[in-house]
């Protein structure tokens, strides 16, 4: 089974709609990221969360939100999607061992906001 | 300077070649890098760490000139299972203490060919 999973794994909605995109770890990790990546832009931080009671804003938080509902889970929330939105989002944890930690992906979300 | 600037190619090269990516970053106060192997439609792996001057890994190889603040990634005796895009990552220059958020490259493509 893989360590980290995120679902769905591909989504297609609506301009306006809310979509929530789960994250869960079984590596045991502290640290859970939200990242998106866009053709030609990389890979952007979005939110990441130290343990359950911190959650930082990252370069790009506007337009989305993110709970931790657990050490094992981190949502990822567009209240009203908008297209450009449309990328693919990347869940991401590292555990609090070093000074930068190596990240563990997950497999990844295709979102399309028509 | 962009925080971590990569050429992104791609470098098409036959089976057995030696490909060189460079990479540039900004942060002076980095102390680590990496470098990351994304598939297409994949998410990003973990394909070296460098703390030091230089790792080396079977058939790839990593350096690091800080002074010139650049890392380089050598890949000898290229196959096709190579092909990929590969990112160069660095710890971000505005993380407060201790550098848990990574920059990423925009990645360069690789394309072994038979």
């Known amino acids: 089974d893989a360590d980290v999973t995120q679902t769905p794994r591909n989504r297609i909605t609506k301009t306006g709609k809310r979509i929530m995109l789960e994250c869960s770890q079984t590596?045991?990790?502290?640290?859970m990221y939200w990242y998106r990546q866009d053709p030609g832009l990389g890979l952007r931080l979005i939110y990441y969360s130290f343990d359950v009671k911190d959650i930082n804003k990252g370069e790009i938080s506007d337009g989305y939100s993110v709970s931790r509902q657990a050490q094992a889970k981190f949502s990822l929330s567009l209240e009203s999607a908008i297209p450009n939105q449309t990328a693919l989002y990347f869940c991401?944890?590292?555990?609090?061992?070093?000074?930068?930690?190596?990240?563990?992906f997950g497999p990844g979300t295709r979102l399309t906001v028509l | 300077r962009k925080e971590v600037e990569q050429d992104p190619g791609p470098f098409n090269v036959p089976e057995g070649a030696t490909v060189a990516f460079n990479c540039t970053y900004s942060n002076s106060a980095s102390q680590s890098f990496f470098w990351y192997r994304q598939d297409c439609r994949k998410e990003p792996k973990l394909l070296m760490s460098?703390?030091?001057s230089g790792n080396e890994d079977g058939r790839f190889t990593a350096q690091l000139n800080r002074a010139s603040q650049y890392i380089s990634l050598l890949i000898r005796d290229s196959k096709l299972s190579d092909s990929a895009t590969y990112l160069c990552v660095v710890p971000s220059s505005d993380s407060g203490a201790g550098s848990y958020q990574l920059t990423f490259g925009k990645g360069t493509k690789l394309s072994v060919i038979p």
């Open positions: 590596k045991g990790h502290d640290r």
């Open positions: 991401a944890t590292s555990d609090s061992s070093g000074y930068a930690d190596t990240q563990y």
């Open positions: 460098v703390y030091s």
